[in-house]
């Protein structure tokens, strides 16, 4: 018999930034973040503390899901409108779509190593809030795709 599993479904507005690598100058190194990644990891870390009083934390071993979702570039606008239309879509608004959602599978590896870039920020920004450890993170979907222009 297959336990329950928790899930917690929860969308970030914005556009989406990635993590910057720290860069070595002159024998030093520098921290690769800016503005713009405090921002979104700010907005991220804001949103799981809410989806946090929603669905509560969900321990054990964890996949995710992140929708990255950026605004289309002008030149593809009618594109992109006339595709949807013919597809029976809608552009989706620009910003980050997460499902977190507990696993009872006996092969999971529940250690390094963690994902990076954009899945790292987000990672960091829901670690301690919605799942235990970012290294129990042991099945991930994520895709990159134009949405509606803001």
Request: aromatic share 8%; hydrophobic share 35%.
């Amino acid at each position: 018999m297959e336990e329950a599993r928790e899930t917690a479904t929860f969308f970030v507005p914005g556009i989406p930034r990635p993590r910057k690598a720290p860069q070595w100058g002159k024998g030093n190194m520098r921290s690769g973040g800016n503005e713009l990644e405090a921002g979104w990891s700010e907005r991220v870390h804001t949103a799981t503390l809410i989806a946090k009083r929603k669905f509560g934390k969900i321990r054990g071993p964890v996949k995710v899901s992140f929708l990255f979702v950026f605004p289309h570039p002008k030149d593809k606008t009618k594109y992109l409108e006339r595709v949807a239309k013919e597809g029976g879509v809608k552009l989706a608004e620009p910003g980050l779509y997460i499902t977190i959602t507990s696993t009872d599978s006996p092969l999971a590896k529940e250690s390094t190593p963690d994902l990076d870039n954009l899945e790292k920020l987000v990672l960091d920004a829901i670690k301690d809030v919605m799942i235990e450890d970012d290294s129990r993170v042991t099945e991930k979907m994520s895709a990159k795709v134009w949405g509606r222009r803001e």
